[in-house]
């Protein structure tokens, strides 16, 4: 559960009931996160928004993503 609160995402687990915040590029990937789902659509999106150097942008995505599936937030999915 989530919502945005003065640019700022505010992520409710339920399992936990623990709270987390998100801003800046975090609150932009967790939304693309909710609005695309797919890594390579996010990244490109997020390649349109910051100038970062294409490789960083996708260790640093699949850091984040790492980190939220470890706190049960998501869960990745592998397509064909």
């Given at each position: 559960m989530w919502r945005e609160f003065g640019g700022e995402v505010v992520i409710l687990e339920l399992e936990s009931q623990h709270y987390f915040g998100l801003t800046g590029s975090g609150n932009d990937i967790?939304?693309?996160?909710?609005?695309?789902?797919s890594s390579d659509?996010?990244?490109e999106r997020?390649?349109?928004?910051y100038d970062v150097d294409p490789e960083?942008?996708?260790?640093?995505?699949?850091n984040f993503v790492?980190?939220?599936?470890?706190?049960g937030m998501v869960r990745v999915l592998a397509t064909d």
């Amino acid at each position: 559960m989530w919502r945005e609160f003065g640019g700022e995402v505010v992520i409710l687990e339920l399992e936990s009931q623990h709270y987390f915040g998100l801003t800046g590029s975090g609150n932009d990937i967790w939304q693309m996160i909710a609005e695309y789902g797919s890594s390579d659509e996010i990244i490109e999106r997020l390649r349109a928004k910051y100038d970062v150097d294409p490789e960083n942008l996708r260790a640093d995505f699949e850091n984040f993503v790492q980190e939220l599936t470890t706190k049960g937030m998501v869960r990745v999915l592998a397509t064909d």
